[in-house]
């Protein structure tokens, strides 16, 4: 069951989000795994409302805009939720900076750090996805090179019967994983909110490189 979460659990939401979105990136096999992991944190963000409906667009230009507007900031108050290798400061420390963060995000249009965090929640999200999908077509041009080798292989006149076994399962094996990673469900953020991130990502990540 989903629950209204605000104040220092926010905080503490958010930070659990970058934990568990670092995992996925460490250990995604495509791009299911890491969406799933990265939407399911994201989720405890906020609270159940349309700003956890991740098939309705929340992202628009402008929001982008003022977002990577906000990374310019020599001193950005929700620093201390990517620094440290994403390792959360004291409670007292997170509740204290509560109002900071809500000024912070006023300040460059958002209605407050849920709205803010909402914003950056979804451009991980969709990074994420961005990144897993590429995994998967590149994982799948290696699949496709691998059976195309074999395939020539089982050409050859003076190949040994266990030679031929091995290269027939080789190509069973890749149109299977290949089959298998097509099927992936990436579906349930919207199209519009992947565009968005997607044509800000360089902007983006040249911004938020001191956060790395």
């Known amino acids: 069951m989903r629950v209204w979460i605000s104040g220092r ?3 503490v939401g958010l930070v659990g989000f970058v934990l568990v979105a670092s995992a996925a990136c460490g250990k995604k096999t495509g791009a299911e795994k890491a969406f799933s992991a990265a939407k399911a944190a ?11 409906d991740y098939s309705q667009p929340y992202l628009t230009d402008e929001k982008m805009v003022k977002f990577i507007g906000s990374l310019q900031e020599d001193v950005n ?3 201390v939720l ?13 509740g204290a900076k509560a109002e900071a963060f809500s000024a912070f995000a006023r300040k460059y249009g958002f209605a407050d750090y849920a709205d803010y965090t909402v914003v950056w ?3 991980m999200v969709g990074d994420m996805l961005i990144a897993s999908e590429q995994m998967t077509k590149d994982t799948i041009k290696t699949l496709e090179e ?8 089982l050409k050859k006149p003076d190949l040994s019967a266990e030679m031929r076994t091995i290269y027939e399962d080789q190509i069973t094996s890749g149109k299977s994983s290949i089959e298998e990673f097509k099927k992936s469900d990436t579906s349930g953020l919207n199209e519009a909110d992947l ?11 040249e911004a938020t490189k001191r956060f790395k």
């Not at 994201?42 to 956890?52: R, T």
């Open 121 to 123: 929640g979804r451009i």
């Open 9 to 11: 659990w926010l905080l």
């Open 77 to 79: 108050p929700f620093e």
């Open 195 to 205: 565009a968005l991130v997607a044509k800000y990502k360089a902007q983006i990540d």
């Open 146 to 153: 691998s059976i195309r080798s074999a395939e020539e292989n």
């Open 82 to 94: 990517f620094k440290q290798g994403g390792q959360m400061r004291s409670m007292s420390d997170m």
């Open 42 to 52: 994201s989720e405890s963000l906020v609270p159940s409302n349309a700003q956890n």
